[in-house]
């Protein structure tokens, strides 16, 4: 069974930066992608950011272009997702996910199978 393992977030002042890391726990990531999701108290699950792991081509949310950025270490098996001027309302839980097939829609949570344990991301204001 896959297992994906979190670290990082925690609590930041706007306008600073936080890394996210994902390791997958026994084996390689998926040939298709990763993603970066996050669910703030209340609300669904939203898309953040993906990566191809095989091409390393990145896509991302609107509303985090340029200030987010995703990318992976193959030695290392791992995903990363740097967050710089992090805004208040950016507060949530994050969680990294593997894709599950290709071709698919991958801003939406149904295209992801295994899911990290998530992490806490907190924005003071």
């Known amino acids: 069974q896959v297992q994906l393992v979190q670290s990082g977030g925690g609590l930041v002042q706007a306008g600073g930066s936080l890394r996210l890391s994902c390791a997958a726990a026994g084996r390689t990531f998926s040939r298709y992608g990763m993603g970066w999701f996050r669910q703030a108290p209340g609300k669904e699950r939203d898309f953040v950011a993906r990566?191809?792991?095989?091409?390393?081509?990145?896509y991302y949310a609107d509303s985090v272009k340029g200030r987010f950025t995703i990318w992976r270490d193959n030695a290392k098996n791992t995903v990363y997702l740097q967050m710089n001027s992090l805004k208040p309302e950016e507060t949530a839980v994050y969680y990294c996910?593997?894709?599950?097939?290709?071709?698919?829609?991958?801003?939406?949570?149904?295209?992801?199978?295994?899911w990290g344990q998530g992490t806490q991301v907190t924005v003071s204001s």
């Open positions: 996910a593997e894709e599950s097939r290709a071709g698919g829609d991958y801003r939406t949570t149904r295209e992801y199978d295994y």
């Open positions: 990566i191809n792991w095989s091409l390393g081509s990145t």
